[in-house]
Structure formats: structure tokens, C-alpha cells
């Protein structure tokens, strides 16, 4: 297992197109995290799930965002209808849980919409 | 959530010791410090964690005082490949990272 795996790394699409981005975490993480990061800031948390529950969601995932897990095992994000403020990297985390405290973090979606 | 102050840039030259001290005066009690390191593009990379006193790995040591209320973490003899920015967390096993801006780390050859 060579750590968390996202797909694509690069998107570029037009606005109002839909994307999905998706992330392989580490296989016996149960917990997945999915960030996003603005260029000079840090990552800003979107949600998480614990197995295939959805646990937490911030108010920085509008309805426009979707994120799925299902079977507890990959996870995907989609962005309907993009806005140009959508454009940013997209990151996504998993981690064991109790046992760890610390998230192994994938190296990102990197989305720009024109 | 424990909030964080760290600098918000720090430069050093290759060779020297390079100390980043970051402040979380109300950490909760089953906080851990733990710092990443983050390189253009790539995603956020696990340093070190502690809960008290000193903890050395291959990479570096983080000190914490006995009232936790800050953390130094130091970089011996730096390189220009430790150019990123580091990143001050406290974290438990119940609560999501919450990221502030990070100190952005300069190495000068």
C-alpha cells in the first residue's frame, strides 16, 4: 500500500460543467477526510466519514458538493455546476483513528474552472 | 478547538538549526501537538506529534513545556529541501484538523 491515492490530479473544466474527484485512502483507515486549500492558505476541512458514514460536514460544502462513500472504502467528491471559486486543490486524508493521531494526506486534486 | 499562533514566515540558511515556536494557550488535555510540513502541490506530510516534554524522530525534535501551552518544533542543520510550511495542530482522536496559515519556512543556500 503506497499511502492515500486521488484521481486526477489536475482538472480543468469549464463553468457550470459538473466534475467528481475521487480518493483511495489507506486500506485499513477507516476514517476519511477530504479538505480544500486556496492558494497562501491552509486546508480547509469539508467533511468526513467514519466507514461509510458521513459524520461531519462543514457549511463550506454547499448543496452544489457531494461526497460519497460507499462500502467504507474509496470515496468520491463531486462538484456540481462550477463557479470559478471553486477553483483550488482538493485534498483528501485518511487516518486509523483512535490508535493514531495523524491523517496521511494524499497529494491532491488540483481544480481550475474558467 | 485550541486556537494556534505561529510565525507567519521565518528564513534561515542551510546548515543552521532552525527553531519554530508555535502558541496554543488553551489546549484541551487530550490534545496532542502534532506538526506536518507541507510542499507546493502536494499535500500536508506528518512530522512529529507529542503530548509533554521532548520527542526526537529522524526528521526532528518538538519540545513542550510542562503547561503545553506552546510547542518548538526544531529542524537540525536545514537544507534547501526544508523549504515549506509547517503547520501547528493540535489534535485528538475525536475532533477534525483544523488548519491556520502555517509558518511559511524560507532556506537560503
Known amino acids: 500500500d503506497t499511502g492515500v491515492s486521488q484521481d486526477p490530479r489536475h482538472k480543468i473544466t469549464k463553468r457550470g460543467q459538473n466534475v467528481t474527484f475521487r480518493c483511495d485512502p489507506i486500506?485499513?483507515?477507516?476514517?476519511l477526510y477530504w479538505y480544500r486549500q486556496t492558494l497562501g492558505q491552509g486546508p480547509e476541512f469539508l467533511t468526513y466519514f467514519q466507514n461509510e458514514a458521513q459524520l461531519e460536514k462543514s457549511r463550506l460544502l454547499s448543496d452544489r458538493f457531494s461526497a460519497e462513500r460507499p462500502k467504507g472504502s474509496f470515496s468520491t467528491l463531486e462538484i456540481q455546476r462550477t463557479e470559478q471559486g471553486d477553483s483550488a486543490m482538493y485534498l483528501c486524508?485518511?487516518?486509523?483513528?483512535?490508535?493514531?493521531?495523524?491523517?496521511?494526506f494524499g497529494s491532491g486534486t488540483r481544480l481550475t474552472v474558467v | 478547538l485550541a486556537k494556534t499562533t505561529q510565525p507567519i514566515s521565518m528564513d534561515s540558511y542551510e546548515g543552521q538549526e532552525v527553531n519554530i515556536t508555535c502558541s496554543h494557550n488553551n489546549i484541551a488535555t487530550n490534545d496532542y501537538i502534532t506538526w506536518y510540513q507541507q510542499f507546493p502541490s502536494q499535500g500536508p506530510r506528518f512530522i512529529i506529534q507529542?503530548?509533554?516534554t521532548k520527542v526526537t524522530n529522524e526528521v526532528a525534535s518538538l519540545f513542550i513545556p510542562a503547561d503545553r501551552k506552546s510547542s518548538t518544533l526544531s529542524l537540525p542543520r536545514v537544507s534547501l529541501s526544508d523549504t515549506a510550511v509547517y503547520y501547528c495542530?493540535?489534535?485528538?482522536?475525536?475532533?477534525?484538523?483544523?488548519f491556520g496559515k502555517g509558518t511559511r519556512l524560507h532556506i537560503l543556500p
Open positions: 495542530l493540535p489534535m485528538n482522536r475525536d475532533d477534525k484538523i483544523i
Open positions: 486524508a485518511s487516518s486509523s483513528g483512535p490508535r493514531f493521531y495523524g491523517y496521511t
Open positions: 486500506s485499513e483507515h477507516n476514517r
Open positions: 507529542g503530548y509533554k
